[in-house]
């Protein structure tokens, strides 16, 4: 019995998913999904549903909700990560043998300035990709992550789970807002309903009017580096704003930083010294089945 885990076995045949929460201890939309399953009003009929309350400590920390104790619970999922002696390290360790047994894991989050919820899934494990396409009814935006470097593994991308588990990262919007509680809701619930777990008269609960804009696969174009610092943005970036080649999008210091192509900002951070990540750009996927080229001033003035 591991601690502030929700376990649900339904006692019915049928798949395991794991929906992992509070990774991060200020990112609360994923608390709206365990106390809706721990009251009963999302209940999965087949199979097994887990929820790991991943950091509460963290969440409950003195002075109010923390990223992390000390150490970021989704930079660590390596052999030498989780053997630490760091309270993030031991909880992972702990949790670890559950996430094994799942078919599926849909690890939840949120951000500081961004409302338009994306999904994001590894390039290191292509069986997520059926999650995400299933995911997409909900949230139509999917970021496909380059192996990382320069950090640790994060759980979507981690070796320590079998290869054939799916892992969709879900960013569900701004935290603490309402809109990310409504958006994590309805894509546990789509998750359940495409493993079979759940049955069709279950309603789908109402989601934000992001719509479809932006809809598509990405990949990474570059997560940009300051070389001087600090980082001003030319604009507050809401998520997936679209930039033309050779629009200046910012400062670095008092240098202009210039789209080199077509692309999107996917988020910005609060870069302040050289070396710091300002901001992270994608493009559209080429060949993702439903786009065969970049951004056009067309798809940004008619999102469907
Ligand atoms: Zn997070």
Request: a negative charge; proline letters at 10%.
């Amino acid at each position: 019995m591991i601690e502030d885990v929700i376990d649900i076995r339904t006692g019915h045949p049928g798949p395991t998913l794991a929906v992992t929460v509070l990774l991060h201890g200020d990112e609360t939309c994923g608390l709206a999904v365990a106390d809706a399953v721990a009251a009963g009003r999302i209940a999965p009929g087949k199979g097994r549903l887990i929820v790991p309350v991943m950091n509460r400590p963290a969440h409950t920390a003195v002075g109010g909700p923390r990223r992390h104790l000390g150490t970021d619970m989704n930079r660590l999922w390596c052999e030498a990560g989780i053997a630490a002696d760091r309270p993030e390290a031991v909880r992972a360790r702990a949790v670890l043998p559950l996430l094994r047994e799942a078919d599926a894991i849909l690890d939840l989050h949120s951000l500081p300035h961004q409302d338009v919820p994306f999904l994001m899934r590894s390039a290191l494990r292509p069986a997520s990709e059926h999650l995400a396409d299933a995911l997409a009814d909900v949230v139509p935006r999917t970021v496909i992550a380059p192996p990382p470097v320069n950090r640790g593994p994060a759980l979507f991308e981690t070796a320590l789970l079998p290869p054939d588990t799916a892992i969709v990262v879900a960013e569900c919007g701004r935290h603490g807002s309402a809109d990310a509680d409504a958006v994590a809701l309805a894509l546990v619930v789509t998750a359940l309903r495409t493993h079979g777990m759940i049955d069709a008269p279950t309603p789908i609960p109402t989601v934000p009017p992001f719509g479809r804009e932006g809809a598509g696969t990405y990949e990474f174009v570059d997560e940009v580096r300051l070389r001087h610092g600090p980082f001003r943005p030319a604009a507050s970036f809401g998520g997936f704003h679209p930039l033309r080649r050779g629009e200046t999008y910012g400062y670095d210091g008092t240098h202009p930083m210039v789209a080199d192509e077509d692309c999107r900002i996917l988020l910005t951070r609060p870069a302040v010294k050289p070396g710091d990540e300002a901001l992270t750009l994608v493009r559209r996927k080429v060949g993702d089945g439903r786009w065969t080229g970049r951004d056009t001033p067309q798809d940004q003035r008619s999102p469907a």
